[in-house]
């Protein structure tokens, strides 16, 4: 079992900065992937960025160059580093871990950090 605990976020004008923090507390030694996901009011959620189980980062469209991950594998976080935030960024932001062979419905979800860019 894996508990999955959130910080960060807040509000901020368009062009600021914000961080969020996640840290991942228990057995992750199954885990082969973790990234940072959003939710719109009455949408779906979407990936932000994705660290698979290979290494590699995919950030979404939208948020490259923009958006930072780096996540510490001794301390078992993931951070993330938004810059020059749109109006558009604002929603609620999940951090999650898991097996990228699982569905995402098998993973550990954190609680949602509320980020909202002022115009």
């Known amino acids: 079992q894996v508990q999955v605990e959130e910080s960060g976020g807040g509000t901020v004008q368009a062009g600021g900065t914000l961080n969020l923090s996640c840290t991942f507390v228990g057995n992750t030694g199954h885990a082969s992937g973790m990234g940072w996901w959003r939710q719109f009011p009455g949408k779906e959620r979407e990936r932000v960025v994705l660290i698979d189980g290979d290494g590699w980062t995919r950030y979404a469209n939208d948020v490259k160059g923009r958006f930072n991950v780096s996540n510490d594998v001794a301390k078992k976080t993931l951070d993330l580093e938004m810059t020059a935030l749109k109006p558009e960024d604002t929603a609620m932001y999940f951090c999650?871990?898991?097996?990228?062979?699982?569905?995402?419905?098998?993973?550990?979800w954190g609680q949602g950090a509320q980020v909202t860019v002022s115009s």
């Open positions: 999650a871990m898991g097996r990228c062979d699982y569905g995402l419905s098998d993973w550990y």
